[in-house]
Structure formats: structure tokens, C-alpha cells
């Protein structure tokens, strides 16, 4: 029994954000930098980019990591530049913002869905245990609190047998 995916408040209000923005252009653009352990995410999807700014110096992207000490962030930061500086040379800057810190509300609907076609369960609050993204049982069991990242736990679905990652609620 698969879940639909719910929308946080705290995404309706990045959602909002983004589409009042001025730089349209920028946030289409960026949608095709990708987190490169789950690539099938963008850092949209994923809930890391946060913020465009046009300011005098340039344009400042902000993103926050899904956890303090995320390796992937050095590789997120470089494909935001290498996507952005030809049309910018030099006029470009990536901000870390830790806080707040990131949570699994600023994903979007669409990067859950994504990550469930992946094959990882995504975050659900409301489930006592994650689906399988394979067959929709709600019939699994953990099998280690950390999986193939330090955001994800890894589990057993007992109805097909298939080992998955969750994602966890943050």
C-alpha cells in the first residue's frame, strides 16, 4: 500500500518563494544540477537549494546540506558553478546556510515519487515503518539505522524479500 506523499507547509512556503521570484530563469536553470548520490533528484526536488540572489556582485546560490557533514555538498557546489559561471564568468557564489537546518518537509512531492521509482523509500512521518518501493508492502523491517548514506536507514521488505533504502525523517 503505497502512501501519496504529503506537502509541508515548510515546502508550500519555499514553493511560494520561488515562483515570486524575479529570476524565474535561474531556478529553471538550477533544476538541472542534480544531488550525485540520488541522482534522479534535483537539488530543487531534494529541498537543498533554498535562495537565488541577484546582488551588485553577483549571484549568490544558497544551499543547505541535508546533514552537517553531507560529502556531496563540495560536488553539488561545483556543478552549480560549472552550470552557471559560462554565462556568468566570475560573477557567481555558492552560500552554505546551515540554518535552519534541513528537513525532510522541504522535499517536493515529485522528489518523493522520484526517489520511490528509485527504489528508496521516502520519508513518510506517518508510517510506522516505510513501505516497499518495490511491491507497496507495509510489511518491512530495519535492518541497520544508517544505510548506504548517513540520511538514509537501510530495510527489508518481508513480502518480497527485496533489501531498500529509507530516507529518513529529518
Known amino acids: ?25 535561474l531556478w529553471n536553470l538550477l533544476d538541472q544540477v542534480r544531488d550525485p548520490e540520488i541522482p534522479v ?3 530543487w526536488d531534494l529541498g537543498v537549494l533554498q535562495d537565488i540572489r541577484v546582488e ?22 561545483q556543478a552549480i558553478l560549472d552550470l552557471l559561471e559560462p554565462e556568468y564568468p566570475g560573477k557567481v557564489s555558492v552560500k552554505i546556510q546551515l540554518a535552519p537546518a534541513w528537513t525532510t518537509d522541504w522535499m ?37 539505522e544508517f544505510g548506504s548514506t548517513a540520511c538514509k536507514a537501510f530495510y527489508k521488505c518481508r513480502s518480497c524479500s527485496e533489501p531498500f533504502d529509507y530516507f529518513k525523517c529529518i
Open 1 to 25: 500500500m503505497q502512501t501519496i506523499p504529503t506537502v509541508s507547509a515548510d515546502y508550500i512556503s519555499r514553493s511560494q518563494h520561488r515562483q515570486s521570484s524575479a529570476h524565474a530563469d
Open 56 to 77: 551588485e556582485e553577483g549571484i549568490a546560490v544558497v544551499i543547505t546540506p541535508t546533514y552537517s557533514g553531507c560529502p556531496a555538498m563540495t560536488e553539488i557546489r
Open 108 to 144: 517536493s512531492p515529485e522528489g518523493k515519487e522520484q526517489l520511490r521509482d528509485y527504489g528508496i523509500a521516502p520519508p513518510n512521518e506517518a508510517a510506522q515503518s516505510p513501505c516497499c518501493p518495490r511491491c507497496g508492502s507495509p510489511d518491512t523491517a530495519m535492518v541497520s
Open 41 to 43: 533528484l534535483s537539488i
